[in-house]
């Protein structure tokens, strides 16, 4: 199964923890009508992104201070060729972004986001608006576990879910509710 295939499949199946959560999963179905194409950067009207919301045994976020938009926010990102499914595309973007070994990964995602941005493309090519539909998964930090910031980032740290930074990403929030429902 191709990564397209499998989004198509996990938003089909999917059931929403909200009502825009549900909205989103509708809209996000609409671009992959599209083909293959909305999965990637090309697609420049819009493409299918993969983030993770990561916690650790005190219920405590970690968050990324993203370097170019100067808010806190989850790790997460492109998709890219390689990855099999969502689900991993989001494990494999906050592994790189976290520096965390062994994230244990939910597979099924706990949010949906649309939101707009300016990203290049995949050759390096300048900024130009386009529209993320972003796929949310919850990781899972093992205990001991020590993150370190990459390239993307200006900082990373733990906070605790009712303590946020700021300036915060709009659509951080949102996540937070089905990830400790997640988490029970």
């Excluded at 990964?105 to 539909?133: M, N, Q, T």
């Excluded at 370190?148 to 733990?158: G, N, V």
């Excluded at 990403?169 to 990830?179: K, L």
Aim: charged share 25%; aromatic share 4%.
């Amino acid at each position: 199964m191709s990564l397209y295939e499998d989004a198509v499949r996990v938003l089909t199946s999917w059931n929403a923890t909200s009502d825009a959560a549900e909205g989103n999963r509708k809209r996000t179905l609409d671009l992959l009508a599209d083909g293959p194409v909305a999965m990637t950067r090309a697609h420049r009207a819009g493409h299918v992104t993969a983030s993770a919301l990561i916690v650790d045994d005190a219920g405590r976020v970690l968050l990324c201070l993203h370097g170019r938009l100067g808010l806190w926010m989850q790790v997460g990102g492109h998709c890219e060729a390689g990855d099999p499914d969502l689900a991993s595309a989001a494990l494999r973007e906050a592994t790189e972004e976290s520096g965390i070994d062994a994230l244990i990964l939910d597979p099924e995602p706990i949010d949906i986001d649309i939101h707009e941005v300016r990203c290049g493309a995949a050759d390096g090519a300048p900024a130009e608006p386009s529209v993320h539909y972003d796929v949310r998964f919850l990781l899972r930090a093992p205990a001991g576990s020590v993150e370190r910031i990459s390239d993307e980032s200006a900082d990373l740290a733990w906070f605790a879910v009712d303590d946020l930074p700021s300036p915060l990403a709009a659509g951080v929030v949102q996540q937070i509710g089905p990830a400790r429902a997640r988490l029970g």
